[in-house]
T-cell receptor, first 115, second 114 residues
Framework: EPEVTQTPSHQVTQMGQEVILRCVPI?????FYWYRQILGQKVEFLVS????????KSEIFDDQFSVERPDGSNFTLKIRSTKLEDSAMYFC?????????????FGDGTRLSIL | AQSVAQPEDQVNVAEGNPLTVKCTYS??????LFWYVQYPNRGLQFLLK??????LVKGSYGFEAEFNKSQTSFHLKKPSALVSDSALYFC????????????FGAGTRLTVKP
């Protein structure tokens, strides 16, 4: 069964540095998402992306964050100047279309640790 | 805005017993409801969804969930729990007429003891 893949599995970065988290969504999916999960807390929506532009974003997704689909397969989340509170698991997800009844398929996440 | 609540942080059941993981939702319109499971160091795995129609939906691994509109609930159930069902379970909701972002509950840790 096709999977969403995320790299790296664990990223350790100094505070203030830029970090790029990478995702390869399922190949025939058109809608892409990023979520984060701070340790022990709920999964929080960050952003959705469709047709090469942001569809929706949450209040968490401020100017420090950006997303990009640089080629036909990758979907990236960039955090420009990391803060300690950015430490979390970041999950990428994709779905077949923008119909809200379709389940999203998640990757295994990238654990981001800010020192 | 849509939201879900999972009132129990932890549910413990004995293997072979039935299990229930509770979820209540709040949306302005009609909901799409989902259950996901998360095993250690893994992403969220889709279990089942309610879109419309029969209030009892069946999903993966023998799980089912019952949509109750009057109680705004969507509890996850399984008739006979397995030790391998031990994991973190998340309920999620999307507003049928609203944004496409999915709102998750805080999660319930299910522990099934042999």
């Amino acid at each position: 069964e096709p999977e969403v893949t995320q790299t790296p599995s664990h990223q350790v970065t100094q505070m203030g540095q830029e970090v790029i988290l990478r995702c390869v969504p399922i190949s025939n999916h058109l809608y892409f998402y990023w979520y984060r999960q701070i340790l022990g807390q709920k999964v929080e929506f960050l952003v959705s992306f469709y047709n090469n532009e942001i569809s929706e974003k949450s209040e968490i997704f401020d100017d420090q964050f950006s997303v990009e689909r640089p080629d036909g397969s990758n979907f990236t989340l960039k955090i420009r100047s990391t803060k300690l509170e950015d430490s979390a698991m970041y999950f990428c997800a994709s779905s077949t279309d923008r119909t809200s009844n379709q389940p999203q398929h998640f990757g295994d996440g990238t654990r981001l640790s800010i020192l | 805005a849509q939201s879900v609540a999972q009132p129990e942080d932890q549910v413990n059941v004995a293997e072979g017993n039935p299990l229930t993981v509770k979820c209540t939702y709040s949306v302005s319109g009609n909901p799409y409801l989902f259950w996901y499971v998360q095993y250690p160091n893994r992403g969220l795995q889709f279990l089942l969804k309610y879109i419309t129609g029969d209030n009892l939906v069946k999903g993966s691994y023998g799980f089912e969930a019952e949509f109750n509109k009057s109680q705004t609930s969507f509890h996850l159930k399984k008739p006979s729990a397995l030790v391998s069902d031990s994991a973190l379970y998340f309920c999620a909701v999307r507003d049928k007429g609203g944004n496409n972002d999915m709102r998750f509950g805080a999660g319930t840790r299910l522990t099934v003891k042999p």
